[in-house]
């Protein structure tokens, strides 16, 4: 392990850029449980500079996050955002840690004499506040980023050699996918703009009027922007009180609740992106109980069983399907993986993951708590105070 003095200035060497990539590099290792041995002491440096302060220390002067060219330019990507893993699809979402490589990119191979001039008329109306300039030019230095990618990713060879230079910004495998997710969704940035405002804020309750009034939008939206329609669907599912729910959009339009059925109506992929989120729960799930956050852990196992027992009340034989396989496959995963975690912790805790369920049925939690009691006391102060929430 790095001693202090020694990280100190391991990372002083470092451009500020290359710090930012870094810590965005570090916590998607965190998040996908990959973290290397030692990250520690470097995660805690780097967000004690970019995540606490808010600020960045550019050539001896002090900037506001904000105030990044690249986070206007990132903007109509904002909604889309998600902090996982790039372990599976995520189906209309875009990973927030595939943002630094992409600019890296954009900004040093594909564009780089473009792109050193919109920063620096960015900066220019940021200082001056022009909101209405900042719009203008951020819209239309995307529109030339778009043409540019189409032209570039329109061969085999401009793909490999994209693939190729994105590696030496970052090692996800998520980095190409969510590039070529970036220009579909820059290029069709206005129609879901206006698909976005068209949503209600808040939908408390997704019933059957509310599905057909969201789905009467869909429809509209798809007939000129099929290849969208995820983007558009990850939009209905952020104003969800309860995302599972989102299911109801493919089995509301099927003839009948069987898998297959519900497989061929055009908002199918409901369903692949419900277990998308059932997968982003495990990782964070995996990251709770590592860091032995039980009651973080509590609640996640909380969803995740309401998720579960909705994929099966919804949707008729579908362990015969793949997203049945899939769903299986996931829930295995999040036994062994809480099995394995939980055994350290002390007879007190199986209080606070252990759940009734009022479906009459054991939930997950409750089904891992006769797990939590075989651990030895790895965090007394912990439990004595989960004792005191509960008592």
Not at 329 to 353: C, G, S, T, Y
Request: hydrophobic share 40%; with cysteine; net charge positive.
């Amino acid at each position: 392990m790095m001693e202090p003095d020694r990280i100190e200035d391991y990372l002083q060497r470092l451009t500020p850029s290359a710090r930012s990539n870094l810590l965005t590099e570090l916590e998607r290792l965190e998040v996908c449980g990959a973290a290397m041995p030692g990250s520690a002491a470097i995660l805690e440096k780097l967000r004690a500079e970019f995540r606490k302060s808010g600020q960045t220390q550019i050539s001896g002067q002090t900037q506001k996050r904000v105030a990044n060219p690249s986070r206007y330019f990132f903007t109509p990507l904002e909604p889309l955002l998600v902090n996982g893993a790039s372990e599976h699809a995520n189906s209309g979402r875009i990973l927030r840690g595939s943002l630094a490589p992409i600019w890296e990119w954009l900004t040093r191979d594909l564009l780089p004499t473009m792109a050193r001039d919109y920063e620096s008329e960015m900066k220019k109306l940021i200082a001056a506040d022009n909101q209405r300039q900042i719009q203008q030019v951020a819209s239309t230095f995307q529109t030339k980023i778009v043409k540019y990618l189409e032209s570039t990713l329109g061969s085999p060879d401009g793909v490999e050699q994209t693939r190729i230079k994105l590696a030496t910004y970052t090692a996800s495998r998520a980095a190409y996918g969510d590039l070529t997710k970036m220009m579909r969704v820059l290029r069709a940035r206005d129609v879901l703009a206006k698909f976005s405002e068209a949503l209600p804020t808040v939908i408390d309750r997704f019933d059957d009027a509310r599905v057909s009034q969201v789905a009467q939008l869909l429809d509209a939206f798809r007939k000129n922007n099929a290849d969208e329609i995820a983007f558009a669907m990850a939009l209905v599912a952020a104003r969800l009180k309860r995302p599972w729910q989102l299911i109801r959009l493919a089995t509301k339009l099927a003839p009948s609740k069987n898998a297959a059925d519900i497989a061929a109506t055009p908002y199918a992929i409901a369903v692949t992106m419900v277990l998308d989120q059932l997968d982003d729960k495990r990782l964070a799930l995996r990251v709770a109980l590592q860091n032995e956050r039980v009651l973080v852990a509590k609640e996640i196992l909380t969803e995740i069983d309401d998720t579960e027992h909705a994929l099966q009340a919804h949707i008729d034989r579908l362990d015969e399907s793949e997203w049945g396989k899939r769903l299986r496959n996931l829930m295995n995963q999040i036994n062994a993986m809480v099995e394995a975690e939980v055994n350290r912790f002390p007879d007190k805790v199986d209080h606070i993951l252990g759940s009734r369920n009022p479906r009459g049925h054991q939930s997950l939690a409750g089904r891992l708590t006769s797990l939590a009691g075989k651990g030895r006391d790895a965090f007394s102060d912990g439990a004595a105070y989960c004792k005191k929430l509960i008592g």
